[in-house]
């Protein structure tokens, strides 16, 4: 099987072209860096672009099984400033519609598009649990997804099966949002933020790249799935990783200190939702890591 991911150098990216490249598949990362300093593992091969228009990757497609759009703006990468929210809207958008496009004149076309999403989507709310036949939100979180999704739509009625996936934070013990996640409970200042009721899903690393091979393989997944684990509170957070730790849970952080030093962005840590993978699981995928209790513990 030959593999196209864009934004493939990034966290999901990178740890799903090892995956691929170990079980004998051909992956092809789409990256605006050059990497000149990554040694690729046999199997794995790095083409440059500029994430908004078609060039000379888009041949690869001709003899491509499965795309992967993971391209993106980091969303926690800084304020939302306007500037910063135009740059993480345009770079979701442009990447979308660059492969589109990419696919209307490919004449033998990838049969599956894998298009990555967040469980942002769907908004805010501490009473809710989310299914994929929720609608959007209203606030900057769901507007980005649903621009985001849009972008690779078209490619349905060309005949490809597209799979939107809406992942909770990734968890990982080297990159993503877990590292500083956990800084305040190694530092031992660690504790919940907020009230501590607002809802984070998640999924550990490894669940991410094995959901993502189970959905390009299985012909009945299409449409949004979400993926994510069994959800937990800020709070029940803050105990698991003081658990996995070996350390104290004793110092809340209030939540307009970090309104104050991060302005709309602190709603990432603030905010959240409960999101169900009850879709995902009805189709065959069963969960290494279900619980965070597991996931924390294994990877500290």
Not at 28 to 57: N, Q
């Amino acid at each position: 099987m030959k593999v196209m991911i864009s934004g493939g150098t990034g966290m999901i990216g990178w740890a799903l072209a090892q995956d691929l490249a170990r079980d004998g598949h051909e992956a092809i990362l789409l990256s605006r860096g050059t990497h000149t300093a990554i040694a690729l593992p046999g199997g794995i091969r790095l083409l440059k672009w500029d994430a908004v228009s078609v060039a000379e990757w888009a041949g690869e497609l001709e003899t491509t099984d499965v795309v992967v759009n993971l391209a993106g703006e980091n969303i926690s990468a800084g304020r939302w400033t306007k500037k910063q929210k135009d740059k993480i809207i345009a770079s979701r958008v442009n990447a979308g519609q660059a492969l589109t496009s990419a696919f209307e004149q490919a004449k033998h076309k990838p049969a599956v598009l894998i298009q990555a999403s967040g469980v942002g989507a769907y908004g805010i709310s501490e009473d809710k649990t989310f299914s994929e036949s929720d609608g959007y939100g209203s606030d900057f979180q769901s507007g980005v997804t649903r621009v985001w999704e849009a972008s690779t739509q078209p490619v349905e009625s060309m005949g490809v099966r597209r799979v939107v996936i809406r992942s909770g934070v990734v968890f990982d013990n080297e990159k993503g949002a877990l590292g500083l996640m956990l800084l305040p409970f190694r530092l031992f200042v660690g504790g919940k933020i907020g009230t501590g009721r607002q809802w984070l899903s998640w999924i550990h690393l490894d669940d991410e790249i094995k959901a993502i091979r189970f959905l390009m393989e299985n012909e009945r997944a299409q449409g949004i799935v979400n993926l994510a684990a069994e959800p937990a509170t800020n709070g029940q957070f803050a105990a698991s990783a003081g658990k996995a730790l070996h350390r104290p849970v004793w110092f809340p952080l209030p939540g307009f200190v970090l309104r104050l030093v991060l302005g709309e962005l602190s709603t990432l840590i603030l905010d959240g939702q409960n999101v169900s993978s009850k879709k995902l699981q009805e189709l065959g995928y069963r969960f290494i890591y279900p619980k965070i209790d597991d996931a924390l513990i294994a990877i500290v």
